[in-house]
């Protein structure tokens, strides 16, 4: 299991070096916009599933070559909370070190007070909300038994009240899954209630484990004026920008399954001849075909 990635670029955070402390893909949610993957290990179980032991040494080493950083970041394969160590790792790393430490998480296991503990020594933690009635809940985070909306609720709004470094919410958007009025409504007064030092509003930006789409950038500035000022609007609407990224993106995600090519230019958020020109030369140099299914034309790898 790679520990250690990066220093990636982040949108959120900066330079951020990544600590990946979960096997892929063990997770208490399996949503159908994870872009990680479909979920192998649905679980609320803690477990040490890395020990602070294992990423000791390999910390040290990435630290000891890195000139810059802004943040320290448990994220990667799946919930890093469900990693029992987490709290010591987070103590290690803030004892040993001056970066800031970062913890996104799905916030699903909140209502446990160890977890709120463990986290309590972060600087900025991250968690999501990605819907305001217990069906759409189920819908998009097809989410372990045991949790139910009202428990994720209570977890995120405790952590509020107990922590005391920033609390940063993200509120997630799949396009006709949770963008109807209601869920829209309950989103918003759970995250007043909440009162988190900043909002991000995000949505689909890379290929997602199931189909499902983004939400459009008129959807998110309405959101956002509903909100407080602290409210960020995350994806990236201006699109990819050069030839060889769209190549790559295309590549990547009609290998996993077939696309609709208003789907990729709805993914791509880039100019429709770009993107035309780039699936033509594909065609042409035999990586992608067309295919018809139910009268519709789909883009499939070869
Ligand atoms: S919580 Fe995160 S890692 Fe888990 S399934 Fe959802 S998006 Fe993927």
Redesign the pocket.
């Given at each position: 299991m790679g520990i250690v990635f990066g220093p990636v670029p982040s949108r959120r955070y900066g330079l951020s070096l990544g600590l990946d402390i979960i096997p892929k893909?063990t997770?208490?949610?399996?949503?159908i916009?994870?872009?990680?993957g479909l979920?192998d290990n649905l679980t609320i179980e803690r477990k040490p599933f890395l020990k602070l032991e294992d990423l000791k040494g390999e910390i040290d080493e990435s630290l000891k070559n890195i000139s810059h950083l802004d943040v320290i970041t448990f994220s990667g394969?799946?919930?890093p909370t469900l990693n029992s160590e987490i709290g010591r790792m987070i103590r290690y790393l803030k004892k040993n070190y001056n970066f800031p430490v970062v913890v996104i998480t799905?916030g699903?296991l909140l209502w446990m007070k160890e977890v709120r503990e463990e986290l309590s020594f972060a600087d900025i933690v991250e968690p999501?909300l990605n819907a305001g009635k217990e069906e759409t809940f189920m819908k998009i985070?097809r989410h372990d038994k045991d949790i139910i909306l009202p428990l994720h609720i209570e977890g995120l709004i405790k952590f509020r009240e107990e922590f005391k470094g920033k609390y940063f919410l993200e509120l997630f958007f799949v396009k006709g899954v949770n963008d109807d009025e209601e869920d829209v409504k309950k989103m918003i007064e759970i995250t007043r209630k909440i009162n988190p030092d900043k909002i991000h509003l995000n949505t689909i930006d890379r290929p997602p484990?199931t189909d499902c789409l983004p939400v459009d950038e008129e959807f998110l500035l309405k959101i956002k004026n509903l909100l407080p000022d602290k409210t960020e609007i995350l994806s990236r609407f201006k699109g990819l920008k050069t030839y060889i990224e769209i190549e790559d993106f295309i590549l990547k995600t009609v290998k996993v399954r077939a696309l609709k090519i208003d789907d990729i230019f709805s993914m791509l958020k880039n100019e429709r001849k770009k993107i035309e020109d780039v699936i033509c030369d594909l065609i042409d140099k035999g990586k992608i075909k067309e295919v018809i299914f139910n009268g519709e034309k789909y883009i499939q790898g070869v």
């Open positions: 893909k997770c208490s949610f399996n949503c916009y994870c872009e990680v979920t394969s799946g919930e799905n699903s999501t985070s484990s």
